[in-house]
């Protein structure tokens, strides 16, 4: 099993012998944009914010953010896009395992893209769902077997299934808005690499 734990993630946001994408040109998740289109601004967390693209986009639209990522690396790359930006003062980043880390507080929108914990996909989704006020949103995108980044294979535990997700909120708390599989190509490192995605757009009721 693949140990996702600090050092990990230090090693994957730490720059190599080939450069990654410079972060400020990486767009936001297209997912992101349209799930969210329908809500009304408040607070969000967006729990595994690697280089901040999402939560800099949602603070953008007028979101108050909580960024949090257990890579201090990915954090300071994350800060400096921030910085000057008109958003910047919505945005609060903090460097937490959030397999561990207990909020005492609660989100209107949680937002994860491709996080993945020791924990495991979906005990690591069922962690963060707690994490989200009565009548606030879950969003979820995820990896599922195949290509993935760079054109490797994710290993099966970074990977979860449209109904492991979806069976995680069959409960009356619950109202699943949207749930569906998707394949798109990105272009990195000037290449064409095929994303096979899950995602999965739930309401907490109680």
């Known amino acids: 099993m693949t140990q996702f734990d600090k050092n990990y993630w230090e090693d994957h946001w730490t720059p190599g012998p080939k450069p990654g994408p410079d972060a ?6 297209p997912y992101l944009q349209s799930e969210t289109a329908a809500l009304q601004p408040s607070t969000a967390l967006d729990a595994g914010c690697g280089a901040g693209t999402e939560a800099l986009w949602l603070a953008e639209q007028g979101w108050r953010v909580t960024a949090a ?17 008109d958003a910047e003062d919505r945005i609060e980043w903090v ?16 937002v994860t893209h491709y996080a993945h914990s020791d924990l495991g996909q979906l005990d ?19 990896h599922l077997h195949g290509p993935g980044h760079h054109g490797h294979h994710h290993p099966e535990d970074a990977t979860a299934t449209l109904n492991g997700i979806t069976d995680l909120f069959t409960n009356t708390g619950w109202t699943i808005e949207a749930a569906y599989e998707n394949t798109r190509t990105v272009d990195l490192y000037g290449d064409s690499v095929q994303l096979r995605d899950v995602i999965v757009r739930a309401r907490r009721l109680l």
């Open 24 to 29: 400020r040109t990486l767009p936001v998740n």
């Open 124 to 142: 690591f989704y069922q962690r963060i769902a707690a994490w989200v006020s009565p009548g606030g949103t879950l969003l979820i995108v995820g």
């Open 95 to 110: 460097e937490a395992d959030l397999s561990r880390w207990k909020p005492a507080r609660t989100w209107d929108l949680v």
């Open 69 to 85: 990522d257990i890579s201090a690396t990915a954090l300071a790359r994350a800060r400096g896009r921030a910085t000057g930006s």
